[in-house]
């Protein structure tokens, strides 16, 4: 079945903790990349990759790292939670646009994280 | 500026009747893409339509339709004979497709609530 898998779904932590959660695609994407929604502000994009190595930052990297070493994962870390990280957090993954695809985002279930 | 703007934070239809979600966009790429997304209240993200700027004709799928005006650069979803289950989170996202990067953004959305 075709599907990215984020995990934990639920997490509680402490400030200052660092902790990953992690996403892995089977649909052989090139495009893979990171949101947080929160209330009244929608998703925004965190980190996204073009490519395997290849990472940008989104709109709100602030607090967050990325990597991409292999095309199917692409792991969120949190080096130093702090309270303000405490969101839903989304991992999506696409083909780049072209004839036979829209390039749509494939979304995670999403990760509910709290930093006390 | 707001790249994805959505004026309607709640929305109410009577069931069987039909309804129209704002959206619109703010971009200077020649190419770019029009994405909605549905968000139950389980939380999933559902990809629903796309319009690309290049297209000629609105986007149709199944009940929903996309009212894709270019030159008022806005992309309104319509979603006839509204059913119990479309109540949700409605989001409008576009993809830039520039050379320099390849950026999702997404709107506040719109809470749709279906009426018995």
């Known amino acids: 079945e075709a599907q990215v898998t984020q995990n934990p779904r639920y997490l509680i932590t402490v400030t200052g903790k660092k902790l990953t959660v992690t996403c892995s695609q089977n649909m052989n994407h090139e495009y893979m990349s990171w949101y947080r929604q929160d209330p009244g502000l929608g998703l925004r994009q965190i980190y996204y990759s073009m490519n395997v190595e290849v990472t940008d930052k989104g709109d709100v990297p602030e607090g967050y790292k990325v990597s991409r070493k292999e095309k199917r994962n692409f792991p969120l870390i949190l080096e130093s939670p702090s309270p303000n990280q405490t969101s839903l957090y989304f991992c999506?993954?696409?083909?780049?646009?072209?004839?036979?695809?829209?390039?749509?985002?494939?979304f995670g279930e999403g990760s509910r994280l709290t930093v006390l | 500026a707001q790249k994805i703007t959505q004026t309607q934070p709640g929305m109410f239809v009577q069931e069987k009747e039909a309804v129209t979600l704002d959206c619109t966009y703010d971009t200077s790429d020649p190419s770019y893409g029009l994405f909605w997304y549905k968000q139950p209240s389980s939380g999933e993200m559902i990809f629903l339509i796309y319009q690309g700027s290049y297209d000629q004709q609105n986007a149709t799928e199944g009940r929903y339709s996309l009212n894709f005006q270019k030159a008022r650069k806005s992309a309104n979803l319509v979603i006839s004979a509204s059913q119990l289950g479309d109540s949700a989170m409605y989001f409008c996202a576009m993809r830039e497709l520039s050379n320099t990067g390849n950026q999702f953004y997404f709107g506040t959305g719109t809470s749709l609530t279906v009426i018995p």
């Open positions: 999506a993954s696409s083909f780049f646009p072209r004839t036979e695809s829209t390039g749509e985002l494939f």
